[in-house]
């Protein structure tokens, strides 16, 4: 018999880590602080009570480096964790590459995707401190279906608005976030000062993250017992990630290789940060080389044309500002953009490590990306989410770009979901209908500009 | 810190099986001969021919106890295999019962049910045996996704008959058989004489699995180069889901546990065979006292309700006569029936078991298999295919029962597959669109009526 080649570096339920890891401790440089929106200066915990329970803000401003995950947690985590990470030898042999290609794939949560991470874990914390019902927004989607299912798991009431666009395209993501029991709004909408204040101005309006995000944290914050979930941007999202990337450190050990580049696709930042932050914090040490890559599309190029400054992180300017990169609070990604990614900013985390030069951001055209997730999943299978895409098709130019140098580069990128309530924009690239796009500079020149400007 | 409970019981790529069981090895008598639909007398391998690979008519009247799996073939398992088993213990917890439910998670390989694990094993041998094209049916979709994939592995080209109502109302399953590289008809088409024979008549033809197998089988039989694939009912198709029950036995070990009653829903009956057979060959040498049962729509309610004797596999009345419990091979299930498990005829593998007292059969009407769905999404996470649906409802039975009692009861039941294509279903049950039916006495007689009579 032939000897089987390892595709699973899979560990037991036991090895799901018992702490998340925050780079905070590790930073050379700490965080620039977030801003009251109303007086432009630092804001303390007490200012974000109103949004979120008291556990998650003080895991928002944490420096300490290990965070126990609370066994509640961890026992949910066990429904889908450790996620495997594969070996993906069937692409490699279609590459005809030398390169070693892994991935870490968090489509395998029930959720279909790393989202559910923070979810439960954000629903965890506000139970503890009494929270009845939970608010947020959601876009594609990926981050509704984990937080209602969480909302599920602990028996929370949840709310959640879904980007207009989105509710209308994806009847189906919306049908199973109903099925967890969360209640699903249009936005904008009229329930809300934030949604009609829109739609008083564009009665069609297909709607944004940030509209959306302005909805919810209104909601939020009129009523004590409701709080507001964030699927990304914040740091106690990042940290609640880096589950991702501190199993994927002992399944790169048990496959006795070591990567020579990381990659994420990076929307709001967190499957990108959830994989990267534990090598960067090993980086930080001394212990691992690895290029760190977050892949963006280019009709959302936050990290590689946005500016590193202050900016609100929704439309409504409720919510603190932040420092990190943006395009922009009013920046719209163009309709012919279907695959996901499309926030105006990126964590400020993550903008930080950036800016330090710990990582690299690099941007994927959208017919290339959907290109490499069609190759993908005929080698292996699995049919990605269109954000994942970009980092399949990130993963797939180093692959070439290591046999066009004749040599071995390990590659581990993050499987970040799949693609099962994406189909649509498959349909659509495979009937020839999406297009490529590049920003133009005027415009981005012209989001910056209206930028407020901070000190 | 708390004791973590044991959600997952997990084996390593290296425990894939060696080897499928087959069960014929181990019966007490003998499956009686497929016939042939011209003469009714028993064929050979040579009658199979125009239709199979040699390598798989061989394995379809094999009584050898242990099939060797190629190296290729478990190569191919491990991007899935050892499939999950875990314990519902939220589910549990939710039904207040002292039965311990355990489930075998088919949903988690990449085309999101157990189908895949005969795709690739039907691929391999064709593709050893000089196959260039296969041809198939899908109904809910699921067959034509692993079929497709499977091919997409090995490069070989297929064509998907679908039927008409799933292809209307489910695109985004066929642009998953279409990215993997397939091709997809609207059945009944024009393409063949079956298909026109029934355009014919009815030009509005919703089409049904009957007469989709009729013009993939009419298409390989016009072609050597072309053969022919089914997703369940024939013996070679039970052998290569044994992987399931194989595998379960391990895990239940793992678990320290032994199941007291064995659950799979049962259309064609290939999951049900793949959970049930491996425990029943432990039946039978008397290591296993588990009860093992199929759980059948209540509208359409081949084991419970059609006679076991030789029918057509097919609406066209080409393919064999086989003995199994049949409804009659013009059997329409009702439009009011949403959920899969839609085939007239039943595996004659699992007609025979259930014939000679080993395992029994049940129903479950639509509205409690969506309710247990649903149930059992917001207590686990995962919404289930509404095929497997009916299996979580007949295990939330069992566990009430065991309730009621007072007394443990240990259960294990295949989830087969994910629901992520089948949202519309869901929609229509939230939305009170779904109806209970009960496929009534007379209509049934009816349909026994037009039964071939053989011998």
Redesign the interface.
């Known amino acids: 018999?032939?000897r089987?080649?390892?595709?699973?570096y899979?560990l037991?339920?036991?090895r799901?880590p018992?702490a998340w890891y925050n780079i905070q401790a590790d930073l050379p440089t700490p965080l620039a602080p977030p801003l009251h929106p109303g007086t432009m200066k630092p804001i303390g915990p007490a200012d974000l009570a109103p949004l979120f329970p008291m556990s998650l803000i003080l895991q928002e401003v944490s420096t300490e480096r290990e965070i126990e995950i609370p066994?509640?947690v961890?026992?949910l985590y066990?429904?889908?964790r450790p996620a495997p990470m594969?070996r993906a030898r069937?692409l490699e042999k279609t590459l005809d590459t030398p390169a070693h290609i892994y991935y870490k794939y968090e489509g395998?949560?029930?959720?279909?995707s790393h989202k559910?991470n923070t979810a439960v874990a954000q629903v965890y914390y506000n139970k503890k401190d009494g929270t009845k019902h939970l608010t947020t927004e959601t876009g594609a989607g990926q981050w509704g279906s984990a937080l209602s299912?969480a909302c599920?798991?602990f028996g929370l009431d949840c709310k959640v608005y879904m980007v207009r666009v989105s509710y209308d395209q994806k009847?189906?993501r919306r049908?199973?976030i109903?099925?967890?029991?969360a209640s699903v709004t249009a936005s904008p909408s009229n329930e809300t000062e934030s949604g009609r204040a829109i739609l008083a101005k564009h009665p069609n309006s297909n709607g944004s993250l940030g509209i959306a995000i302005s909805e919810a944290v209104e909601m939020a914050a009129k009523d004590p017992d409701t709080k507001y979930a964030l699927g990304s941007v914040l740091n106690h999202v990042m940290l609640h990630q880096t589950v991702i990337g501190l199993e994927a450190i002992e399944q790169m050990a048990l496959a006795d290789d070591d990567p020579d580049v990381i990659i994420a696709c990076a929307g709001g930042g967190s499957n990108f940060a959830g994989l990267a932050m534990p090598y960067l914090g090993r980086k930080l040490k001394g212990q691992s080389k690895a290029r760190v890559v977050a892949v963006e599309p280019a009709a959302c190029p936050s990290l590689t044309k946005g500016r590193f400054t202050y900016d609100f992180g929704d439309t409504g300017h409720l919510t603190p500002l932040v420092k990190m990169h943006t395009l922009g609070s009013t920046f719209m990604p163009p309709g012919i953009h279907a695959g996901g990614l499309r926030y105006h900013g990126m964590a400020p985390l993550v903008s930080h490590v950036l800016n330090l030069g710990l990582a690299e951001a690099t941007t994927v055209q959208q017919l290339d990306a959907f290109a490499a997730g069609?190759q993908f999943?005929?080698?292996?299978?699995?049919?990605p989410a269109p954000e994942s895409n970009h980092a399949v098709a990130a993963a797939i130019r180093e692959a070439l770009e290591a046999k066009a140098e004749g040599k071995p580069r390990t590659i581990l990128f993050n499987l970040s979901g799949?693609g099962?309530?994406d189909?649509?924009s498959?349909?659509a690239y495979?009937a020839g209908k999406l297009e490529n796009y590049e920003y133009p500079e005027e415009e981005i020149a012209m989001a910056l500009a209206g930028l407020p400007v901070i000190g």
């Open positions: 018999m032939l089987m080649e390892t595709i699973q899979n037991p339920q036991s799901i018992l066994a509640e961890r026992q066990a429904q889908w594969m069937r395998a949560s029930p959720a279909g559910l299912m599920a798991f009847p189906y049908a199973l109903e099925a967890f029991g069609i999943a005929r080698s292996e299978g699995i049919i799949h099962h309530f189909m649509q498959y349909i495979q």
